[in-house]
Protein backbone atom coordinates (compact mmCIF):
# COMPACT_ATOMS: atom_id res chain seq x y z
CA UNK A 1 0.00 0.00 0.00
CA UNK A 2 1.18 3.31 -0.86
CA UNK A 3 0.84 6.19 1.89
CA UNK A 4 3.04 9.09 2.71
CA UNK A 5 2.85 11.00 5.96
CA UNK A 6 4.49 14.23 7.35
CA UNK A 7 4.94 15.18 10.61
CA UNK A 8 7.05 17.97 12.57
CA UNK A 9 4.70 21.01 12.04
CA UNK A 10 3.59 22.92 15.20
CA UNK A 11 3.75 26.62 16.45
CA UNK A 12 6.92 28.64 16.62
CA UNK A 13 7.57 32.09 16.72
CA UNK A 14 9.11 34.45 14.02
CA UNK A 15 12.79 33.86 13.20
CA UNK A 16 12.39 30.36 14.22
CA UNK A 17 12.57 26.63 13.13
CA UNK A 18 10.95 23.36 12.31
CA UNK A 19 11.71 20.71 10.59
CA UNK A 20 8.99 18.79 8.95
CA UNK A 21 9.46 15.18 7.77
CA UNK A 22 7.70 12.91 5.17
CA UNK A 23 7.60 9.26 5.27
CA UNK A 24 6.84 7.30 2.50
CA UNK A 25 5.26 3.78 2.37
CA UNK A 26 5.15 1.69 -0.99
CA UNK A 27 7.64 3.39 -2.99
CA UNK A 28 10.87 2.77 -4.14
CA UNK A 29 13.29 5.99 -2.91
CA UNK A 30 15.66 6.27 -5.44
CA UNK A 31 12.97 6.01 -8.28
CA UNK A 32 10.66 9.05 -6.67
CA UNK A 33 10.77 12.43 -6.50
CA UNK A 34 9.20 14.16 -3.49
CA UNK A 35 7.82 17.70 -3.75
CA UNK A 36 6.53 20.20 -0.94
CA UNK A 37 3.69 22.14 -0.86
CA UNK A 38 2.09 24.67 1.37
CA UNK A 39 -1.59 26.24 1.65
CA UNK A 40 -2.62 28.76 3.79
CA UNK A 41 -6.23 29.86 5.03
CA UNK A 42 -7.68 31.33 1.65
CA UNK A 43 -4.74 30.84 -0.52
CA UNK A 44 -3.88 28.84 -3.40
CA UNK A 45 -1.27 26.06 -3.06
CA UNK A 46 1.69 26.69 -3.47
CA UNK A 47 4.81 24.85 -4.00
CA UNK A 48 7.64 24.97 -1.81
CA UNK A 49 10.40 22.36 -3.15
CA UNK A 50 11.43 19.16 -4.01
CA UNK A 51 13.84 16.77 -3.90
CA UNK A 52 15.03 13.47 -6.31
CA UNK A 53 15.53 10.71 -4.16
CA UNK A 54 17.86 9.57 -7.18
CA UNK A 55 20.36 12.31 -7.22
CA UNK A 56 19.08 13.97 -4.65
CA UNK A 57 18.68 17.28 -6.33
CA UNK A 58 16.81 19.93 -4.22
CA UNK A 59 15.09 22.64 -5.60
CA UNK A 60 13.25 25.60 -4.06
CA UNK A 61 10.51 28.32 -4.47
CA UNK A 62 12.21 31.93 -4.77
CA UNK A 63 9.92 32.20 -1.78
CA UNK A 64 11.92 29.84 0.57
CA UNK A 65 15.20 29.91 -1.18
CA UNK A 66 18.07 30.46 1.59
CA UNK A 67 15.58 29.77 4.43
CA UNK A 68 14.28 26.25 4.27
CA UNK A 69 16.30 22.94 3.10
CA UNK A 70 15.26 19.60 1.80
CA UNK A 71 17.21 16.60 1.96
CA UNK A 72 16.37 12.80 1.66
CA UNK A 73 17.88 9.49 3.82
CA UNK A 74 16.54 7.01 1.77
CA UNK A 75 17.46 4.59 4.35
CA UNK A 76 14.60 5.48 5.48
CA UNK A 77 12.46 6.57 3.17
CA UNK A 78 12.34 9.65 4.59
CA UNK A 79 12.20 13.52 3.56
CA UNK A 80 13.26 16.23 5.67
CA UNK A 81 12.24 19.97 4.83
CA UNK A 82 14.06 22.17 7.44
CA UNK A 83 12.97 25.64 7.86
CA UNK A 84 14.79 28.40 9.37
CA UNK A 85 14.14 31.99 9.39
CA UNK A 86 10.46 31.18 9.66
CA UNK A 87 8.23 34.24 9.21
CA UNK A 88 4.09 34.53 9.63
CA UNK A 89 3.93 34.73 6.22
CA UNK A 90 5.07 30.94 6.35
CA UNK A 91 2.29 30.01 8.40
CA UNK A 92 -0.27 27.54 6.27
CA UNK A 93 -0.45 23.17 6.46
CA UNK A 94 2.30 21.49 4.53
CA UNK A 95 1.92 18.18 2.47
CA UNK A 96 4.22 16.05 0.59
CA UNK A 97 3.85 14.77 -2.41
CA UNK A 98 5.16 11.68 -4.28
CA UNK A 99 6.01 12.01 -8.14
CA UNK A 100 7.02 9.03 -10.00
CA UNK A 101 7.01 10.38 -13.26
CA UNK A 102 10.74 11.07 -14.76
CA UNK A 103 10.29 13.07 -17.33
CA UNK A 104 11.02 16.47 -16.22
CA UNK A 105 12.86 17.96 -13.07
CA UNK A 106 10.50 17.63 -10.07
CA UNK A 107 10.77 21.37 -10.24
CA UNK A 108 8.72 21.10 -12.96
CA UNK A 109 5.72 20.13 -11.12
CA UNK A 110 5.71 23.20 -8.54
CA UNK A 111 2.72 24.57 -10.04
CA UNK A 112 1.38 21.08 -11.70
CA UNK A 113 -2.20 20.15 -10.57
CA UNK A 114 -2.67 17.27 -7.94
CA UNK A 115 -3.21 15.04 -10.67
CA UNK A 116 0.36 14.90 -11.77
CA UNK A 117 1.25 13.38 -8.37
CA UNK A 118 0.68 9.83 -7.31
CA UNK A 119 0.15 10.61 -3.93
CA UNK A 120 -0.32 12.89 -1.29
CA UNK A 121 0.18 13.41 2.80
CA UNK A 122 -2.70 14.30 4.96
CA UNK A 123 -0.75 17.46 5.97
CA UNK A 124 0.58 18.95 9.18
CA UNK A 125 0.43 22.53 10.27
CA UNK A 126 3.02 25.17 10.37
CA UNK A 127 2.30 27.77 12.76
CA UNK A 128 4.19 31.25 13.05
CA UNK A 129 3.83 33.91 15.57
CA UNK A 130 5.07 37.25 15.24
Known amino acids: EVHLAESGGGLVQAGGSLRLSCTASGYTFGHVAINWFRQAPGKEREGVGC????????YYADSVKGRFTISSDNAKNTVYLQMTSLKSEDTAVYHCAALTRRDHKCSSYLKAAARFFDQWGQGTQVTVSS
Open 51 to 58: ISTEDFTA
